[in-house]
């Protein structure tokens, strides 16, 4: 056991180089002055306690740097980082109180997100505390580092730092691969925690939503491929029905069960969050404001200019919100509508089936951009918004978005269906688009980021030899930093100062499930189609987040957000078009007269949405482990803080008798 604590120990000491500055390269005998910007930047560096090792590349120098846990855990206590107790409770952080804090699952003191906002404080926080300016040199220009001004902000305002990302830990990231992107003995496993651990938590409550999603989706493949296959006799009546009710059910125990996965995995992660109450606005009260109201003696009593105050800016935030909504919708009812009919009509009329596959892989590229202007247009139409908060705009923004892929996915079939109810056409339309658009999809989210890494680095290595001035000298060696550097970053296509690329990732997942969800009857196999595609999609997306990209940006996301709210939406809206479907295949001739079979898939839709609504009262979104802990930590601390105050009015009492 001792020599299992002290290894422990080591693995702790231990330090990566986690962070990579980019500036430019240095010529001549410049860099050997103590004034030049860049040797300054490296002895701040120094000075703040960062282990630093700089490596020159083609076109720039790149300086990485690494922190001891003693830096960070000074940097997490100035920035009053909020962290969960042994006992479970979450206090503001304390260098000098470390062993009271929960470890990570990996045995880390600090999560990922949580050392980059470190990191992210201690870059930006060095500022030049003399009384007088500092001047400083480059290569073309004189700077002055006036008093108490950030150097990063310094240099980055003038070009000199070109940019600051997170690097790969290369032994993790290689164990990473084989035991995740490269591990096909189980399709749908995967090392939750060690994702946790190395992206954080919102790529990876991603990563176990489509696991989870993936490995439930073998059910209805199974069943649809039965339907499909399978020859029932005098009960082939049935089987449509049942089947639909069985995929409905499944959708709704599986959007509950995901709730307890997550409750489990935050309680495994040390992170105190309820899903019920992450709303509340309370919870994302600044600290300093409540600090001052209890010293200014502040009974929390609002004065009616100031109750008039926050109404109106209540009041107006929500209209701001309504008149962008309504922008958003007129817009797609008035430029999108007509081009997605138009499509659909044509579709309809032309008669070789090449012709119209040609068609739908031309309309599924055309719309990629139409979809590009209108999330631009949703960006700009949210910054005005009155949220309160980042993560209530990246929400707007997943809504408004969703709006448009909602009617540009799903208008051309609603028209086959509905309309023209063509049940022949609309199979095929399923087929081509889980077929073209998910295969184009994993093509261009996996093939793009290398052509721009191949792009970038070809450029580099052509400038090179420019630089030179001869194409046959060898080509300076480009170091890992470099590559890593040359690689494109996990960024949503749309949004990007609100969103990374699990926007794009959550965005496609949630297409595919309206479109097998809502059209299931008309094409039970469709379900085959997803599952295959999804555990393609794991591995895919895990060699493109290690290999092709650079190492994301953490941010925070305990759940999946509003897309959560987006699968509610299509579990109603899949137990409405199916019904219908149900009413085609049984109303062959068209009267749509409520005969007993009609009127029973009519009553069966209200039952079915009678079922998902009240399936939360029988399924809990927290296993009763997570509660009965968290109710054990809430009694335990109360206990340690009553003994304290118990002892704190003792002591008073006895000082006062002394007194007397």
């Not at 009015?649 to 002394?658: A, T």
Request: charged fraction near 25%.
């Amino acid at each position: 056991m001792k020599e299992n604590n002290y290894d422990n120990n080591l693995e702790e000491e231990q330090t990566y180089f986690e962070i990579g500055v980019v500036v430019p390269k240095r010529f001549g005998r410049l860099g050997d002055d103590k004034y030049d910007c860049v040797e300054v930047l490296v002895d701040e560096f120094n000075r703040v306690g960062f282990i630093v090792d700089r490596v020159t590349g083609m076109q720039y120098e790149f300086i990485k740097l690494a922190a001891p846990v003693e830096v960070l855990g000074r940097a997490a206590a100035e920035l009053q980082l909020k962290k969960q107790t042994r006992i479970g409770v979450d206090v503001l952080f304390e260098w000098e109180e470390a062993e009271a804090f929960a470890r990570q699952p990996d045995g880390a003191l600090f999560s990922w997100f949580e050392r980059f906002r470190c990191y992210h404080h201690i870059l930006y926080g060095i500022v030049n505390k003399s009384e007088a300016g500092i001047a400083l040199r480059s290569e073309s220009m004189e700077i002055s580092w006036e008093p108490m001004e950030p150097l990063m902000r310094k240099l980055e305002s003038l070009g000199i730092v070109k940019e600051v990302f997170p690097l790969h830990d290369e032994a993790k990231r290689k164990q990473l691969i084989r035991s995740w992107a490269l591990n096909w003995r189980d399709f749908t496993c995967q090392p939750i925690d060690e994702i946790y651990s190395y992206f954080g938590m919102k790529i990876a409550t991603y990563f176990a939503f489509l696991g989870m999603y993936t490995r439930w989706m073998l059910f209805p493949a199974a069943l649809g491929l039965t339907v499909q296959f399978v020859d029932f006799g005098s009960f082939q009546w049935l089987v449509l029905p049942v089947f639909f009710m069985s995929t409905i059910l499944w959708a709704v125990l599986f959007s509950q069960f995901w709730r307890r996965k997550n409750a489990a995995m935050l309680a495994r992660w040390k992170v105190n969050y309820s899903i019920r109450d992450s709303r509340s606005k309370f919870l994302e009260m600044e600290r300093t404001s409540l600090q001052s109201s209890f010293e200014d003696g502040n009974n929390w009593t609002i004065k009616p200019q100031e109750k008039d105050m926050f109404q109106r800016e209540e009041w107006n935030g929500r209209m701001r919100r309504l008149r962008n909504d309504v922008i958003i919708i007129t817009s797609i009812i008035c430029l999108q509508l007509p081009f997605e009919l138009a499509y659909a009509h044509l579709y309809e009329v032309i008669e070789t089936d090449i012709v119209k596959f040609l068609l739908t892989a031309a309309y599924l590229g055309v719309i990629q951009y139409f979809t590009k202007f209108g999330g631009k247009i949703s960006v700009k139409l949210i910054m005005h918004e009155q949220n309160e908060n980042k993560e209530y705009r990246a929400d707007s923004l997943v809504y408004k978005v969703f709006g448009l892929y909602f009617m540009q996915s799903y208008i051309g079939i609603f028209y086959h269906a509905l309309l023209h109810r063509n049940l022949v056409t609309l199979r095929q339309v399923l087929i081509q688009r889980l077929i073209v658009s998910e295969v184009l999809q994993n093509l261009l989210e996996n093939s793009i980021p290398y052509m721009k890494y191949r792009y970038r680095k070809q450029r580099a290595i052509r400038k090179r030899k420019r630089e030179r001035g001869s194409s046959t000298e060898k080509t300076q060696f480009i170091s890992r930093v470099e590559k890593e550097y040359l690689k494109p970053a996990y960024c949503a296509s749309i949004g990007e100062e609100l969103e990374d690329g699990v926007f794009d990732d959550l965005l496609e997942v949630a297409l595919q499930f309206g479109m097998v969800m809502m059209f299931g009857c008309a094409f039970p196999p469709a379900f085959v189609f997803a599952a295959l595609n999804n555990i393609t999609e794991i591995r895919a997306d895990a060699l493109k987040l290690l290999v092709m990209l650079r190492r994301p940006i953490p941010r925070a996301g305990a759940t999946i957000g509003a897309w959560l709210n987006i699968f509610q939406f299509l579990i109603v809206m899949s137990i409405c078009t199916n019904c219908v479907l149900l009413i085609c295949l049984f109303d062959r001739e068209g009267e749509w007269n409520i005969s007993p079979g009609l009127a029973a898939i009519l009553i069966m839709e209200h039952v079915l949405l009678m079922i998902k609504f009240g399936f939360s009262r029988i399924v809990p979104e927290e296993p009763d482990w997570v509660k009965a802990r968290r109710m054990s930590n809430a009694s335990q601390a109360q206990n340690i803080y009553s003994k304290q105050l118990l002892k704190s009015i003792s002591g008073e009492k006895r000082l006062e008798q002394k007194s007397e």
